[in-house]
T-cell receptor, first 116, second 113 residues
Framework: AQSVAQPEDQVNVAEGNPLTVKCTYS??????LFWYVQYPNRGLQFLLK??????LVKGSYGFEAEFNKSQTSFHLKKPSALVSDSALYFC??????????????FGSGTQLTVLP | DGGITQSPKYLFRKEGQNVTLSCEQN?????MYWYRQDPGQGLRLIYY???????QKGDIAEGYSVSREKKESFPLTVTSAQKNPTAFYLC????????????FGDGTRLSIL
């Protein structure tokens, strides 16, 4: 079985400050990890993914994420937050050895608010 | 541009009525998915289909039905057996390569009249 936890329902940060949105996962094999962003009444937009290799992954809009196998974490980061980054963020995992038809398991989401 | 189109954007259901949500993709993707999104609960998988004329139940399939007669289309019917259908419904698809992200449509918001 695979699962994802996003321990913070809400994260507030001042514009220009660094931001971190936390994600931990559980899989029996090796993970593919994804971050998505959702704006109100819209679908999910892909931000970045970890497949293999470098633990620091860079994605869209200046976001990056660090894969930490020992802590089973994949936290999303950005060095300088913008008000336009305010949105709902989802972490998702797929166990590459599970044979589960490319299914993703999503976290419950973290609402990021960037204050001007 | 390639993408996923969901329609309608907003849908209202009367008691005892079945309603069908449309999902069409022109990405030539094999697999398609339906998710339900409720506030604070993330996305829950309703049904998925890996190939035409085949589909499997997800975690919350009760009260829903699907068909996959064409590669491009994966409609979801919310039946009268679904007692709490008010939610945001998202359709997604993915191609053959398993390490690629799922692509999402812009969703349909279903409410009860």
């Amino acid at each position: 079985a695979q699962s994802v936890a996003q321990p913070e329902d809400q994260v507030n940060v001042a514009e220009g400050n660094p931001l971190t949105v936390k994600c931990t996962y559980s899989v029996s094999g090796n993970p593919y990890l994804f971050w998505y962003v959702q704006y109100p009444n819209r679908g999910l937009q892909f931000l970045l993914k970890y497949i293999t290799g470098d633990n620091l992954v860079k994605g869209s809009y200046g976001f990056e994420a660090e894969f930490n196998k020992s802590q089973t974490s994949f936290h999303l980061k950005k060095p300088s937050a913008l008000v336009s980054d305010s949105a709902l963020y989802f972490c998702a995992v797929r166990d590459i050895s599970s044979g589960s038809a490319r299914q993703l398991t999503f976290g419950s989401g973290t609402q990021l608010t960037v204050l001007p | 541009d390639g993408g996923i189109t969901q329609s309608p954007k907003y849908l209202f259901r009367k008691e005892g009525q079945n309603v069908t949500l449309s999902c069409e993709q022109n990405l030539n993707h094999d697999a398609m998915y339906w998710y339900r999104q409720d506030p604070g609960q993330g996305l829950r998988l309703i049904y998925y289909s890996q190939i035409v004329n085949d589909f499997q139940k997800g975690d919350i399939a009760e009260g829903y039905s699907v068909s996959r007669e064409k590669k491009e289309s994966f409609p979801l019917t919310v039946t009268s057996a679904q007692k709490n259908p008010t939610a945001f419904y998202l359709c997604a698809s993915i191609g053959q390569v398993s390490n690629q992200p799922q692509h999402f449509g812009d969703g349909t918001r279903l409410s009860i009249l």
